[in-house]
């Protein structure tokens, strides 16, 4: 397994942003959503839920 990461996504689908900028602004980074789900990798790609930041 590998070590413990927080979840970021980009993709057409992905959200483009909150109503509130400065909401928006906290949730993406270079134009990846971080999602606030820490994760773990294992060696044949599968994600695994490991807990969740508290942002705020």
Same mark, same amino acid.
């Given at each position: 397994? %590998?070590s /413990? %990461?927080? &979840? =970021? =996504?980009?993709?057409?689908? /992905?959200? *483009?942003g ?8 906290r949730? +993406?980074?270079? %134009?990846? &959503? &971080?999602? %606030?789900?820490l994760m773990?990798?294992?060696? *044949?790609g &599968?994600?695994? +839920?490991?807990? =969740?930041l508290?942002?705020?």
């Open positions: 397994m %590998g /413990v %990461g927080e &979840l =970021a =996504a980009r993709a057409p689908w /992905v959200m *483009k909150y109503s509130d900028p400065d909401d928006t602004r949730a +993406f980074h270079n %134009g990846w &959503l &971080l999602t %606030g789900d773990v990798m294992d060696d *044949k &599968l994600l695994y +839920f490991r807990g =969740a508290r942002r705020g």
